[in-house]
């Protein structure tokens, strides 16, 4: 089962500061554990995507700004900044970048603002004297976040991005600067949609019934896939039963044949753009089912039922 | 003494009520996105209750030879899907009159009788009557729809020598109808 909400923190202990002596006290404005880049995964352990969910990621880390020296300086505000690209976003080559969200907040008292890129936030955010690792907790939080509808729409593949985090401050005027390079792994993805039972209005007791639904086989980039189907039947057998009564039928996907339970060939032309095939007007696939008229005329009357299960995997 | 008689049977046969009536269930589910996606869906039929009667051939009385009385008769096989008897209609053409008659155009008509035998069970019909479960049980074959070749029923008909001696001179036909229904 697939985790409802994707949330990570880490923690980055680096330190990377500047002096800048003004008359007789000096200033400083550090990134505690950043200054020499940090990949954030967002698939690191999990098992992504949660295909119902929004995905975010949060980034603790600790921002020196003061002025004076770590036991008696004084702390002072500094403003941050993230950039590289505008609007925010993660790249997989040539295909269409991935959009992303980087908001910001003070710690422990949580306030996020979005940010825009490339543009500081205000200079009121208050820096510390000294960010010991395992002494002095975070005060200062990034949450990186990608809706669940880009994330849908996405192709498959890995997509990266480093973006620059600075912070500006001390005595209003110093800058530091850490890259933070954003991974996210996006899996090839299937989804089977509009479907619908087949229903049976009449026979002419003569001809097979055949009945047939048409429905949506999405794949989240180009590519092949299998399908597998099973019947209701013992051993997945191709059956409808009423009891111990059985009918047998048969099942075509786009006119070829389909064995119970036995994984197809390569199966081809799978919707990639949304998931639906444009609510149904761009279904892909027809399911036949046939039942052989000498089937019918030698089936007890009674009612018959059973469910075919359609299992699609990427290739 | 009566002219000859070239008497003509025709018989057909009905099929019983054969209907598919749509019943669902459940609604069908739909596939989630996934690294792997499964839908599934509901097939339902409804099979009714199927008769058929096959195997019947048509009865020519031939040429009254101007004594006795005349009879012909045709075997026949009726199947039944599925376990259940049946019940047997013969209703006749008619001739002049309605019921179990030939005629000759507008001019004359000759009553005959009709034996309907199930098995072993043999019992007079009532033109347009339904037999019901009488002879009981009238089982029909479940297993072949033509018996496997063999027959299960018989169906005769006679006239009698005071109604062949008493027709006019002329060719006498008639049609039989025997409808089978699930009891």
Redesign the interface.
Known sequence: MRKAIFTKSLKIALCLSIFVFSQSTFALIALRSWDTGKTIDFNDGLDWPDTNNNVSLSIEFCVISRIGNNTTGTPTNYAIKVGTVNPYSISRGTLPDLPISIEYSEKPSLGFETLTPNVYTSQTHLGKIRCNAGVDPDNAILRLSIQNADLVAAAFGTYTRVFVVTVIGGTGAETRSANLTVRLIIQPLMKITQINDIIFSSWDQINPLIGSDTFCVFRNGAGDYTVNARGSGAGFAFTLNSGASLLPYTLTWNGVAMTANVTSGPKTGAWTVGTTCNGGANNNVTLALTISAPALAAATQAIYTGTVTLILSPL | MKSSLKNHFKKKFL?GI???I????Q????????????????????????LIITGLTDIALGTYSGTGAMSGSSTFCAYR????NYSATVTGSGGISPGFFIKNGAIAEIPYTVTFTHGVTAVAATSGVAMGTVPSPLSGN?TS?TCGGGTNGNIAVNITQAAAQAAPTGVYSGLLTVLIS?L
């Open positions: 099929l054969t209907l598919f749509p019943f669902i269930a609604a069908a589910t739909q596939g989630t996105l996934g690294t792997t996606s499964t839908g599934t869906l509901n097939i339902s039929a409804t099979i009714q209750d199927l899907n599925g376990t259940g479940s729809q699930p």
